[in-house]
């Protein structure tokens, strides 16, 4: 059972900034992608940004582009989201999620449908 954990979440004043980390606890799929998500108290979980494993592309929502970097560490099978700038807007549990779907190397996958393994979430906490 391939488990991914997340860290880094916290408590953080706007204008600061967190690093998320996501780690997969094994490899035995192929991963074309890892997401971003996120979800806020009654609302619906959000895209925040992706990265094409094999190429490096990196995709971010329009709400918070400028202010994320999405980058990995295939050797420690580990994926960052470096958050800048952060507003009390951004508070959610935040989620990574890896594709085995090979349409997510050639097309960017939005949607959480498009992927098959989600980490437990961490908590991110922006005080005005």
């Known amino acids: 059972q391939v488990q991914l954990v997340e860290s880094g979440g916290g408590l953080v004043q706007a204008g600061g900034s967190l690093r998320l980390s996501c780690t997969a606890s094994?490899?035995?799929?192929?991963?074309?992608?890892m997401g971003w998500f996120r979800q806020a108290p009654g609302k619906e979980r959000e895209f925040v940004g992706t990265i094409q494993w094999n190429s490096g592309r990196t995709t971010y929502a329009e709400s918070m582009k400028g202010r994320l970097t999405i980058s990995r560490d295939n050797a420690k099978n580990t994926v960052y989201l470096q958050m800048n700038s952060l507003k009390p807007e951004d508070t959610a549990v935040y989620y990574c999620a890896a594709s085995s779907n090979d349409y997510c190397a050639r097309i960017v996958c939005l949607r959480p449908s498009g992927y098959d393994y989600w980490g437990q979430g961490t908590q991110v906490t922006v005080s005005s």
């Open positions: 094994e490899r035995t799929f192929t991963t074309y992608a």
